[in-house]
């Protein structure tokens, strides 16, 4: 149990158009998401924090006009990039955590973005 | 703030040979740690983790002591094998009331285990 699939596992881009990443929980209803941006060979960064049916939280120095969060149910989140650039390109990872796992975050697999 | 620091890999290490990846955080009140390991093009996976101090955590041979006096929390595997190769990460969750839930991770561990 407690799986969490990201889509797509990745995606080209051309530079100024906006790409959508899903996150979701497959076998359990996550009430809080979080997506994280990891660069190459570096730690992972905590974006926002979002739970269902509610404005996400973004973390200082995220543009959250750039980059849209919707967790419209209990087992779907999404991140869209807006007028993505290439210095937008990067490994973007989602988790997702419930009550009924004391909140432990389960991690998808990732979903890299390279924008040409 | 809160913050995790692990040591700079990356490791290269024979088989069977003992590991230790350190860690040490900085952090107001209690957090909890984890350890978690990414496999090459996996996500992340919890390892292990300790919420109180001297409490240990242990799976798949690996084991790691919250030690709230170093503030550390060092990860130690007596015998590697190759198929422990992965990126290692050292985490502090926040404690209740400072952004619960919140992860924060240290800069992750490379290691590589030759056969």
């Known amino acids: 149990g407690a799986v969490v699939s990201q889509h797509p596992s990745w995606v080209i881009c051309k530079s100024g158009t906006s790409v959508k990443i899903e996150c979701r929980s497959l076998d359990f209803q996550a009430t809080t998401m979080f997506w994280y941006r990891q660069f190459p060979k570096q730690s992972l960064m905590l974006m926002a924090t979002?739970?269902?049916?509610?404005?996400?939280?973004?973390e200082q120095g995220v543009e959250k006009d750039k980059f849209l969060i919707n967790h419209a149910s209990l087992t779907l989140s999404t991140l869209t990039v807006t007028s993505a650039h290439p210095e937008d390109s990067s490994f973007y990872i989602c988790?997702?955590?419930?009550?009924?796992?004391?909140?432990?975050?389960?991690f998808g697999p990732g979903t890299r973005l390279t924008v040409l | 703030g809160n913050s995790v620091t692990q040591m700079e890999g990356p490791v290269t290490l024979s088989e069977e040979a003992f590991l230790t990846i350190n860690c040490t955080y900085t952090a107001t009140g209690y957090p909890s740690l984890f350890w978690y390991v990414q496999y090459p093009g996996e996500g992340l996976q919890l390892l292990l983790k300790?919420?109180?101090?001297?409490d240990k955590g242990s799976n798949k041979g690996f084991e790691a002591t919250y030690r709230k006096e170093t503030t550390s929390f060092h990860l130690e595997k007596g015998s590697v094998q190759v198929s422990d190769s992965a990126v290692y990460f050292c985490a502090l969750r926040h404690p209740l009331g400072q952004g619960a839930q919140k992860l924060v991770f240290g800069q992750g561990t490379r290691l590589t285990i030759n056969p």
């Open positions: 979002s739970n269902e049916g509610s404005k996400a939280t973004y």
């Open positions: 300790a919420t109180k101090a001297d």
């Open positions: 988790s997702a955590s419930s009550g009924r796992y004391y909140n432990e975050q389960f």
